[in-house]
Structure formats: C-alpha cells, structure tokens
C-alpha cells in the first residue's frame, strides 16, 4: 500500500497475534484477544511511517510481532525479499541484524548491570563482529559519537544517566550493527519535551547519514507528524487508515481519525476548537463488536457497519481507508 513501485524493505502481508484467554472463570473454554487482526502495510528504504491510535490498540504487540519478540499467530513479514517469519536459527539470528527496536522505557530495557561499553557491544559480541578488543572499543566509541554521548561514559552504568541519556544508549545500541530498520515503540514519550525534540532530531540525521527505515510508534499526534513521511491509524488490532502524512493530517477520512486528530491543539490565527468527542469506550478485544469494530462508537454509523467487517480501500489516490461511508458500488 505505497504510491512507490521499488520493492518495499519490509512488507506486512495480513499480520495477525492473537492471545488465548479463558472465557470466564467457571469453566475451562478459551476465546482469543484479537491484539492485531490481519494488518497489511509496506514500509520503502528510508522512510518513515508512523502508528498511531488510542492505548490498547495493539501498536506494541505488532512492533512486538513484527520483530519476533512474539511469535505470529499468522501472516508473513518479508524483510528484504525473505519470509522473516518463516527464518529459523542462524538464518534468523543473521536477519535480525537487519532490524532492531527501541523500546518506550530507556531504563527498563537497558541493564542495570552492565556498563555503557558492553551494553552497546552486546551486539558485536553476539555478531562476533570484530578481530579484537581494540575494533571493539573503537566501534562504540564511533556510535557514542554519533549518538552525542561523551566517551568518558563507557564505564558507567545505566542509573547514572538521565532519562534522554539512557535512549541515546538504546540508539547507539540499536546502531552499532548497522541496521535496514528501527521499530521506534513510544521511544519519547518518558522523556521531557525539550529532550524528545532532541532525540526526534538525532533520529532524523541518523536517518539521513545511513539511510534507515523507521516504524515509528507514538501517542504524540504532533511528534507523528514531525517524523513521518506516511501515517498509519490503528483500531482494535485493525489498521483503519493509511496515508501519506500530509493527505491525512489536512483531510483525515474515517470517522475515529477525525476524532483522534481533532484533539490536536490548534495555534493558528483566528483557530477554533473543534474536538469530536467519542461516546462509548473501547470494546473489549476479547468480544469484538460484529462487522466494523468501530460502529459503537462512530456518529455515522449504518446498518452495514454492524454486520459487514469494512476491508481497505482507496477512496482517493494513495489514501487507504476502512469505513463503508466510502464503499463504491456496484
């Protein structure tokens, strides 16, 4: 789903993770939570699409997925022309080489045990990407560089680091392989607004000088647009719309767009506050609403929208969207 004819680094062909749950307590009947249900997105050689919707959507758990953290329940994820999904043992462990993730918690996911050197050089350790000691320590020191980390840093732990210093050690970690793409989950949400417009910064001359991929998921509607050259909305495991960023901040089409870009705070001259506020709260994934899993919600719902599940569709060029309000007939 890309304006582009270049084979997409990555291709997401009908993703799905599904979780098994008990149905209630009494008995021993499972049903599924439906965490992402069958998504399809490209992602080309340096760019950058964006993830957005409300918590609880299933943005982790499909960067999660994606990345093989968790296993798929189906679908298939081509990295560079290969089924990554399919990759087993060593092929596996070469092809991960291609994409990395940094998490939302630059604390959490760092550990505490370690030092700044060897957190970094896990990576080339793994790899066995050097002859010896010494190109080890040059190659961290080359990242700490690249990253804005002073080298007097190596031998000290992650407490010692602010927050924005810890996901600049995560980037550098992410980096010291040379990856194709980066799933960035939340990774400037825990940070203090002048730190995330740093770090957005360091992403995109990053980007610039090695060429890198970015799935960048995010709350932050106004960090999305910043950063992205495509946007992808997410609902209940669904992705309801895809567009290029500039067609779908100034003329969002579904109506649970709408809603979540109108929460956007507007600074322009003579600019009203229009925010559509949804009634209803998010069903539960495990009970799904039947035909559109948005109808509860949606000020324009239709008798179809409770019973026929709406598939992607191009109502305009190169903007995808899932509603019937667009359905074409005949």
């Known amino acids: ?12 062909q009908h ?9 209630d307590s009494f008995s021993a009947a499972k049903g599924y939570v439906k965490a992402v249900d069958d998504i399809s997105f490209d992602v080309q050689t340096g760019e950058t699409i964006g ?45 991960r080489r291609k994409i990395k993730l940094i998490f939302q918690d630059p604390y959490a996911s760092l550990d505490s045990r370690m030092t700044v050197k060897d957190i970094i050089g896990e990576y080339l350790d793994i790899a066995k990407e050097y002859t010896n000691k010494k190109q080890r320590d040059e190659r961290i020191a080359e990242v700490m560089e690249e990253v804005g980390l002073d080298l007097d840093f190596m031998e000290r732990y992650p407490h010692e680091f602010s927050g924005g210093q810890r996901q600049r050690i995560g980037i550098a970690r992410a980096i010291v392989l040379p990856p194709k793409l980066i799933i ?4 400037v949400s825990a940070l ?31 960090v999305v647009r910043h950063i992205s050259s495509r946007v ?35 600074i ?43 598939e992607l569709q191009q109502p305009e060029d190169g903007h995808w969207c899932a509603c019937h309000l667009y359905k074409k007939q005949g």
């Open 268 to 310: 322009e001259a003579g600019a009203t506050a229009r925010k559509q506020v949804l009634s209803g709260d998010v069903p539960n994934p495990a009970n799904p609403p039947r035909g559109c899993c948005f109808h509860t919600r949606c000020p324009y719902v239709m008798d179809i929208c409770k019973t026929d599940f709406p």
């Open 51 to 95: 993830i957005v919707g409300e918590s609880g959507c299933g943005k982790s758990t499909m960067a999660k997925t994606i990345i093989r953290l968790l296993e798929p329940t189906s679908g298939r994820i081509l990295l560079d022309g290969e089924d990554f999904s399919a990759l087993k043992g060593d092929r596996l462990k070469r092809a």
């Open 232 to 266: 992808a909305v997410m609902y209940l495991g669904h992705i309801v719309e895809l567009s290029d960023r500039d067609k779908i901040y100034g003329k969002p089409l579904h109506p649970y767009t709408q809603a979540l870009f109108s929460a956007i705070p507007k």
């Open 184 to 187: 960035c989950d939340e990774p």
């Open 192 to 222: 203090d607004v002048s730190i995330q417009a740093k770090i957005i910064n360091l992403l995109k001359a990053l980007q610039k000088k090695m060429n890198i991929s970015y799935i960048f998921i995010s709350h932050d509607l106004g």
């Open 1 to 12: 789903m890309t304006e582009t004819t270049a084979q997409p680094l990555l291709q997401i």
């Open 15 to 23: 993703l799905k993770k599904y979780f098994s749950v008990k149905t």
